[in-house]
């Protein structure tokens, strides 16, 4: 199982160097997927399936909805789709494309051998527990957590929409 974890290990800093090194925000985003879907791999073979479920849910779910939030937001017209043909070239997916595929088959190679048991050792935290936990000493963090989260989606709304200029300024000019 160790191979699992190195190799997981090692696609996952690959990908984080393909985020950090991209000048594209697409193809970063592509890489941080891949990064955050190597990351919960890790959390799997250490024996932690619940963090590695909450890893791909959580953060690779809500990066992909946070992306498209903000491409929506943009609105960027015409010049966007010609900018998209070039994203969308075979070039552009080969390097996540091969990264996954590693952590594809490591999976597919963990399942085949059946040592997907092995994976867990020592004692399992369930569900039950985690909410036990967040919800009873560090509610306080929980909601501030929320609060913070509030504050950050009011202030992209707001941010994000566009000024309409005032139809009674127009007409006030025209009638002086």
Known sequence: MEYAFYLSGLVAVLATVG??????????VLYLVVSLLAVAMVFFALGAPFAG????IVYAG?????????VM?????EAAVAQERIWLQPRTWLGPSLLAAVLLLTLIDILWRGDAGM????????????GTILFGPWLLVVELS????????V??????????PRSD???GKEAS
């Not at 479920?53 to 791909?56: S, V, Y």
């Open 119 to 130: 994976l867990i050792q020592g004692d399992v935290l369930s569900a039950k527990q985690v």
């Open 169 to 171: 300024s127009k007409i």
């Open 62 to 70: 809500a990066i992909m909805v946070l992306f498209v939030f903000v």
């Open 146 to 153: 929320a609060l913070l989260l509030l504050a950050a989606l």
């Open 73 to 77: 937001m943009l609105n960027l017209g």
């Open 19 to 28: 985020v950090i090194s991209n000048t594209s925000p697409v193809h970063g």
């Open 155 to 164: 202030t992209a709304s707001h941010v994000g929409r566009l000024r309409q």
């Open 53 to 56: 479920a909450l890893e791909i």
